[in-house]
């Protein structure tokens, strides 16, 4: 599943996930699940039709990322592979990093995170004018429905609906995501 709240020139993307790395590093062995939500940049397109026809948006790189992420074999809820990654290189994200307010209230820490988006640009390395006043102002006034969206995902999750393994894997790293 995904959910897309687009702004001006930034969107909030938040799906569920389910991985299994290959080749694991320490301490991340098995499979883990749950909602990966990004911060990235969108770009309209230009109109290909006539002034009424549907204009072309596309979802482009990535700022930021959260993951509440769990085992698939631990305790429901223990939020135990709970991480982000502050920045990114282009497409590909930094190291995981662990916050311990991030373990004890993954919801509340990322509300308190998106409310702050000048502070997240800023721990990105992007200038705070990538974000428009309508970012600011719109992500702000969606914090409330974006936090909604990532419970309700994060009970399907649990209740075995979302972040499954995809039925035909392919080799190596297997994962089912939009994000």
């Known amino acids: ?50 002034i009424y026809s549907s204009r072309p948006i596309s979802v482009d790189e990535p700022i930021w990322r959260a993951d509440l992420l769990e085992s698939v074999d631990g305790r429901p809820g223990s939020f135990d592979r709970t991480h982000h990654h502050p920045r990114f290189s282009g497409w590909n994200e930094s190291e995981r990093a662990f916050e311990e307010d991030l373990f004890a209230d993954p919801v509340g820490w990322l509300g308190r995170k998106l409310s702050d988006l000048p502070g997240l640009l800023a721990q990105a390395g992007v ?31 649990r209740a075995g609906e979302l972040g499954r393994p995809p039925l035909n894997p392919p080799p190596g790293s297997i994962r089912a995501s939009w994000l």
């Open 1 to 50: 599943m995904l959910y897309a709240f687009g702004f001006d020139r930034l969107a909030v993307l938040a799906s569920d996930l389910y991985f299994l790395h290959a080749d694991p590093p320490k301490g991340q062995e098995g499979a883990e699940h749950g909602v990966r939500l990004e911060l990235r940049h969108i770009r309209p397109g230009e109109l290909k039709g006539s």
């Open 127 to 157: 200038a705070a004018d990538t974000a428009s006043p309508d970012d600011l102002a719109g992500l702000r006034l969606a914090v409330p429905e974006i936090l909604d969206a990532v419970q309700r995902m994060l009970a399907r999750v």
